[in-house]
């Protein structure tokens, strides 16, 4: 299974643009990058997801590169409700469908 | 639409004491899944469901049994609870992955169990 690695935190000032990175250098061909937040003690939410083009949505920006071992993360314009765990996450793919294993994640805390 | 549900959101027991969660869902989603996270962590799997009467381990089962009698419903089972058991609770669901191959995870919000 491919593992991921991402800061343990980052700041970034409300308006700003976010950006948070992943590492996943050991992704195989058919393994999907996924994003994730968790807001305080609420239940994760599915962020974005994408396996070679770059993606985007109404929430935020998916950036993966030419090699697939890493991507980043945008979120636009940060505001305060942004700040959470934000959890970058390699699918696996077997005959379990779609399960996915959380690592520690990305503290961002947006600041006024 | 309600999504995923959970019940109950909090308990306490004591060291000993059995006791089930509850995780219902109303997508039709054929899989199921019960994660746990404790204080600072990431989310780690216990077990996981590809269809009713279907059950497999994931990543820390031990001390957990579970059961998916019915297509909707995914029961998480202490049945004999210890104060390393104590944590919140996630519940989650998604489609099949042939039918809808976004591999995204509905969660519920959570239970949260405290062994004494």
């Not at chain 1, 959470?84 to 399960?99: K, L, Q, S, T």
Request: proline share 5%; aromatic share 8%; with cysteine.
């Amino acid at each position: 299974d491919a593992k991921t690695t991402q800061p343990p935190s980052m700041d970034c000032a409300e308006g700003r643009a976010a950006n948070l990175p992943c590492n996943h250098s050991t992704i195989s061909g058919n393994e999907y990058v996924y994003w994730y937040r968790q807001i305080h003690s609420q239940g994760p939410q599915y962020i974005i997801h994408g396996l070679k083009n770059n993606e985007t949505n109404e929430m935020a920006s998916l950036i993966i590169t030419e090699d697939r071992k890493s991507s980043t993360l945008i979120l636009p314009h940060a505001t305060l409700r942004d700040t959470a765990v934000y959890y970058c996450i390699v699918r696996v793919p077997n005959n379990a469908g779609n399960m996915l294993t959380f690592g520690g994640g990305t503290r961002l805390m947006v600041k006024p | 639409n309600a999504g995923v549900t959970q019940t109950p959101k909090f308990r306490v027991l004591k060291t000993g004491q059995s006791m089930t969660l509850l995780c219902a869902q109303d997508m039709n989603h054929e899989y199921m899944y019960w994660y746990r996270q404790d204080p600072g962590m990431g989310l780690r799997l216990i077990h996981y469901s590809v269809g009713e009467g279907t059950t497999a381990k994931g990543e820390v089962p031990d001390g957990y049994n579970v059961s998916r009698l019915k297509k909707q419903n995914f029961l998480l089972g202490l049945e004999s609870a210890a104060p390393s058991q104590t944590s919140v609770y996630f519940c989650a669901s998604s489609d099949n992955a042939d039918r809808a191959d976004t591999g995204e995870l509905f969660f519920g919000e959570g239970s949260r169990l405290t062994v004494l």
